[in-house]
């Protein structure tokens, strides 16, 4: 089951498609959802701006790679 807390990170192709469906997954089943923005890519650039609105109305935090190394390092996130 899923722990208070527990976080999933996502970067990958296809952010309208494979990539915000498995985000929406994480969220359904109740984890902190992130998305790695600068490790995405869409087909294109309309379908990657509409997902990233579409992730962040859903509650998915968006972030870039350098805030998740900052977050470690001032203990934001719990790291495990």
Do not use: Q
Not at 4 to 18: H, N
Not at 28 to 47: F, K, L, M, N, P
Request: proline letters at 1%; one cysteine or more; hydrophobic letters at 50%.
């Amino acid at each position: 089951g899923v722990v208070p807390g527990d976080k999933v990170f996502f970067l990958g192709l296809a952010t309208g498609v494979c990539l915000i469906l498995s985000a929406f997954d994480s969220v359904a089943e109740g984890y902190e959802t992130i998305v790695i923005i600068d490790g995405c890519r869409a087909i294109t650039s309309e379908s990657h701006r509409k997902a990233v609105a579409d992730m962040i109305d859903a509650g998915i935090s968006v972030v870039f790679s350098r805030h998740v190394e900052w977050c470690r390092l001032y203990k934001i996130w719990n790291f495990k």
